[in-house]
């Protein structure tokens, strides 16, 4: 089970990623801020938005040492015919002058992944919409998980992504709706109550 302040399970999964299929661990990328998103498959509703959005939004996340990770159970085949025909994916891919996806597209077909981060919903088969937080040390900082049913708001997860920053690099602590260039909070016990 995943909790917040602990080790990120790792995993190695076949990607779809740069126009090849290759071999990616979640290790790879100690050092970075990562950003690992399930959905529940390709050719689908709703996951097509989530994934343009993120193609659309990938250089915010590389401005501050970030990366992304995208997981379902589909092939690495149905990855990149997706990634191909997509309408709302080559639309971001086209907007944002990129080939390809920017992050690595995981195949999980047998869900050991999924199992791992606890988003497998073994009703209906799929695994659902979980997004973790990972620190360059390779712990969860924050997830979300939700149905298939509802989108993720991407404006808000890189909001939390850069809180999760500031608050590494000064040791301050953020206020509720907090955005970069705001100041934090000491966590003193000077300020305990006077907040």
Known sequence: MVVVDRPAPDFEGTAYFNGQVTKIKLSDYRGKWVLVCFYPGDFTYVCATEVAGIIKNYENLQQFGG???AISADSVHSH???AETSPAI???L?????????MPMVADPTFEI???YGVVDEKEGVETRGRFIVDPDGIVRGYEVLNATVGRNLEET???LQAFKFVR???KVTQAGWKPGEEGIEPKIENAGRI
């Open 158 to 160: 890189f909001r939390q």
């Open 80 to 82: 990149k015919m997706w």
């Open 94 to 102: 086209k907007e944002t002058g990129k080939k390809f996806p920017p």
């Open 114 to 116: 999924g199992r791992k």
């Open 90 to 92: 080559t639309s971001a």
């Open 169 to 171: 690099d000064t040791g």
């Open 67 to 69: 990366v992304g990770i």
